[in-house]
């Protein structure tokens, strides 16, 4: 499965600065992985009415049964009230069994430093 492309909710500003928060989510079993994208869907609806989101993207290497995501708020607490709302409160409670060991990196950076490529993307939480 290709990256999902970025999705840029308003224009990053070089100067401001960003929470953005880096994950690698590894699935326990290769049967997890179609309701884990059925979940992504419903999750991407969710980000698209996301007060404070600046932009997200997707990666996925179905072989390893890993996906990875990258996400760019406004601020921490913009992050914090999504991962709060519903359905992704219920969504990683229901995944947390199914998940081997996940990884989450959050980082305060200048606009002019959100990663471009997924190859920066991902170092965070190879």
């Known amino acids: 499965m290709p990256a999902l492309p970025w999705v840029q909710r308003?224009?990053?500003?070089?100067?401001?600065?960003?929470?953005?928060?880096?994950?690698?989510?590894?699935?326990?079993?290769?049967?997890?992985?179609p309701g884990f994208l059925a979940d992504t869907l419903r999750i991407r609806?969710?980000?698209?009415?996301t007060e404070g989101l600046v932009g997200y993207a997707l990666n996925a290497r179905l072989t390893a049964k890993t996906f990875w995501t990258?996400?760019?708020?406004?601020?921490?607490?913009?992050?914090?009230?999504?991962?709060?709302?519903?359905?992704?409160?219920?969504?990683?409670q229901r995944l947390r069994p199914r998940m081997e060991e996940t990884r989450?990196?959050?980082?305060?950076?200048?606009?002019?430093?959100v990663a471009r490529t997924w190859e920066e993307r991902m170092a965070p939480v190879r």
């Open 104 to 113: 989450f990196d959050f980082v305060t950076v200048p606009g002019a430093d």
């Open 70 to 92: 990258y996400s760019v708020w406004i601020d921490r607490e913009s992050l914090e009230a999504f991962a709060a709302a519903e359905p992704h409160r219920r969504i990683t």
């Open 45 to 49: 609806r969710q980000l698209a009415r």
């Open 10 to 33: 308003q224009a990053v500003e070089p100067d401001r600065r960003y929470v953005v928060m880096a994950s690698r989510l590894p699935l326990r079993s290769y049967r997890f992985i």
